[in-house]
């Protein structure tokens, strides 16, 4: 029995909470990604491991041939041992440890994306230390806004990421006079789920003025690194299954006016994995209350805390129901009030036993589960293995 491109009798017999991917939505996704982005000389794409680190998942993308984009030493080991090259791992982070430091100075990684001067000067020292040069790009806040939650904004002067933009030059400098690093790129990011094409348009012409300011000063680059950042539509995940890599790639190669032999780098991470994640849950019961109707699951923001941390948005179908329409608050069983998937929405109509799918929990679902209230961590299955 299937519904939608579920295969419900499998499913029933696995333990809820948990993860289930669609390998071959993983698949196809990454194809597009590298379709679109290969039309392009200098192309090349990062997966952000921070999105989802689920070790099946990442084979799968590594298998692609894409690179990663790491915050964490834990990311870099993660990514070692799906067998991606450090050559193609990029570590980012405004606040990295000197063990994480060093971990990537032992694999000798493609490159430091730095956020601080006093970053930088520990990076030199570690380097040093180990008689190596390590590769960095200056992350700089372009103080560029993006229309998606306030949240999850990472480009404007307020926000703790980035170097600001007029201590640049001073930045460049003093890495030159340094004899453990070498400067190779720029980087920028100026925040996550955009779906307005204009937002890049704007951090394109910021990036073009920066770069003719720097070659004012006989100043090049051999790196551009313009982050992620592209969204998903989350209302629609049946309709809509591939974000439009196609508009996100041609704006930058429209509006971006790279120098000779100078690559531009992405780091995707939601694009890539969120439509093909899905969380699956129980109900347990149905509680009718004087001015609501409760349904209760048995995930709980344990599990995706997405909803109770920015308001988001998730689809959730009823896959084993074909009655009539209820409406419910679809809730789960942690002892907070915020732990609400969604207020009042419409679900054929639910019974104990019936499994429900919450749409769209790819990204940041699985990888920032937790274990308050001493609850187990959710698992995540492969349709591969199913």
């Keep these: ?30 194809r597009t990604i590298n379709a679109e982005a290969g039309k392009h000389e200098g192309f090349c794409v990062h997966y952000a491991v921070k999105a989802n680190a689920n070790p099946q998942v990442l084979r799968i993308i590594r298998e692609a041939g894409l690179g990663v984009d790491c915050v964490s030493g834990g990311e870099i080991e993660v990514s070692l ?21 060093n971990l990537g100075l032992d694999n000798d990684i493609f490159c430091f994306n730095v956020e601080s001067i006093p970053e930088l000067e520990v990076i030199n020292s570690l380097a040093q230390a180990k008689e190596k040069v390590a590769r960095v790009a200056f992350r700089l806040n372009p103080n560029v806004g993006a229309h998606t939650h306030a949240n999850i904004t990472t480009g404007l002067a307020e926000n703790k990421f980035g170097i600001d933009m007029r201590d640049m030059l001073k930045v460049i400098e003093e890495a030159s006079a340094m004899q453990n690093v070498k400067v190779v790129g720029l980087h920028f990011h100026i925040g996550s789920q955009i779906l307005d094409m204009s937002d890049f348009e704007a951090l394109c012409n910021r990036v073009n003025e920066l770069q003719q300011e720097l070659e004012r000063h006989q100043i090049t680059v051999e790196h551009i690194n313009v982050g992620g950042g592209l969204g998903i539509d989350y209302q629609h995940p049946n309709r809509v299954p591939i974000p439009d890599f196609k508009a996100y790639f041609d704006t930058y190669a429209k509006k971006l006016r790279l120098r000779p032999g100078q690559t531009l780098h992405f780091e995707l991470g ?77 679900l054929n109509r639910a019974r104990r036993g019936d499994l429900l799918a919450i749409r769209s929990a790819g990204a940041y679902g699985e990888i920032m589960a937790s274990q308050y209230n001493c609850r187990q961590l959710p698992k995540g299955y492969l349709s591969d293995e199913v």
């Design 1 to 30: 029995m299937t519904k939608g491109h579920f295969p419900i009798d499998k499913l029933q017999r696995i333990r809820t909470p948990f993860y289930y991917y669609d390998a071959e939505l993983l698949r196809q996704t990454l």
């Design 81 to 101: 041992k799906a067998g991606f090259p450090a050559s193609k791992i990029v570590f980012a982070g405004v606040g990295k440890s000197d063990w994480e430091i």
């Design 270 to 346: 939601r694009a890539v994995v969120a439509q093909c994640g899905t969380l699956f849950t129980r109900t347990l019961y149905i509680k009718e209350g004087s001015v609501k109707r409760f349904c209760i699951v048995d995930a709980g923001f344990t599990d995706l805390i997405r909803p109770a941390l920015y308001q988001a948005y998730h689809k959730i179908e009823n896959i084993t129901s074909d009655e009539p329409a209820a409406t419910y608050d679809v809730v789960g069983p942690i002892c907070e009030s915020t732990d609400v998937f969604a207020k009042q929405i419409d």
